[in-house]
């Protein structure tokens, strides 16, 4: 069993990412910014004011957490790029700092051709901001010193919408995850399963994930 802080715990990923971590038997804490807003939330799940881009709130969670998973959204670029900064900076000057899971986005990801999605000509304007905001965010984390053990989870970069949990996936790093028919698709629900699992079976220390069926 882990103590695991949700930071975004209300939005579409981190609220899923808390009920299959709360069902599995861990500790919970959704830490958000309008705890009042989060009924919707299973029970088990602890909810508390929490905000990834603040250090004093970075800090004060760390002590009761075994891991971090950052699933904050809908602000601007520089949100995930400073929440990234924030929790880094923060637990890096901790004895004993939880890890930390991110959940990015997909655009990231590599095409066939070696770039990313979020260079292609045709990428869609009214996602730039995120998108670069989370490519700002992974580079943070890959450049960080010593100190912090993190892991940047990427879902596909087009098909990835809420659904069933099926509990089935496959993973990959840097190129998403195809199936036969070149698709890559994954639930929401199955993006919690994929980083459940890596929380309790750690793979991809210090590195990126991608999830897709």
Do not use: C
Request: glycine share 10%.
């Amino acid at each position: 069993m882990s103590e695991i802080v949700v930071f975004g715990a209300g939005g579409t990923a981190g609220s899923r990412i808390a009920a299959e971590a709360v069902e599995r038997g861990h500790r919970v804490t959704a830490a958000v910014r309008r705890p009042e807003a989060t009924s919707y939330l299973p029970p088990g799940v602890r909810t508390v004011t929490g905000d990834a881009t603040s250090a004093r709130s970075v800090r004060e969670l760390a002590g009761e957490a075994d891991v971090f998973v950052v699933a904050i959204g809908g602000g601007e670029r520089d949100l995930w790029r400073d929440a990234a900064r924030t929790v880094v900076d923060t637990l890096r000057e901790l004895p004993d700092p939880p890890r930390v899971i991110h959940v990015g986005g997909g655009a990231t990801l590599l095409t066939p051709k070696g770039t990313r999605y979020l260079d292609e000509p045709d990428f869609p304007e009214e996602y730039r901001d995120s998108a670069e905001g989370q490519a700002d965010a992974l580079e943070i984390y890959r450049s960080s010193a010593d100190g912090v053990t993190w892991t940047y989870v990427s879902p596909p970069p087009l098909e990835f919408h809420p659904g069933e949990r099926t509990g089935h996936y496959r993973t990959g790093t840097d190129h998403p995850v195809t199936d036969a028919q070149g698709r890559s698709v994954l639930t929401y629900e199955d993006l919690a399963v994929a980083i459940v699992d890596e929380i309790e079976n750690p793979r991809f220390g210090n590195a990126r994930f991608t999830a897709a069926y």
